[in-house]
């Protein structure tokens, strides 16, 4: 029983590091890619426009901490009560209100979409 218990922490710790491995690889090569795009793009004189949409990521990035901060909350309010470690959950979800604020302000603003 003792090997398959070793066998498995092993693999228990060899999963996050193959994963961070893989995403680290994805996020190299497309970085090289991009590098060679913008490259070329200027060697023929034209010029590579910056593509970021704020009010896109605000709305995108905002949603997902409301939603994991609404989760980690409610989990650490059952299972601790009220301890620090609800603010696990508490700064995610403060976090992707205010992302949330700053996308209806930032549109309102703008002129909106």
């Given amino acids: 029983m003792e090997t398959a218990s ?3 922490q092993v693999l228990i710790a060899i999963v996050p590091i193959v994963g961070i ?3 680290s690889v994805v996020a190299f090569f497309y970085l090289l890619w991009n ?3 913008k490259t070329l793009l200027i060697r023929q ?3 590579p426009e910056a593509v970021f949409d704020l009010r896109t990521f605000s709305v995108l ?3 997902l901490n409301l939603c994991v901060g609404c989760v980690l909350t409610v989990f ?3 299972k601790e009560g009220l301890d620090y470690s609800l603010l696990g959950g508490l700064v ?3 976090v992707g209100i ?3 604020v700053f996308y209806f302000f930032y549109g309102r603003k703008s002129g909106g979409l």
């Fill in 6 to 8: 070793a066998a498995a």
């Fill in 21 to 23: 491995v893989m995403g």
């Fill in 35 to 37: 590098h060679r795009r």
């Fill in 45 to 47: 004189g034209i010029k």
């Fill in 61 to 63: 990035s905002g949603l």
């Fill in 76 to 78: 650490f309010l059952l």
């Fill in 92 to 94: 995610p979800l403060s």
């Fill in 98 to 100: 205010s992302l949330m």
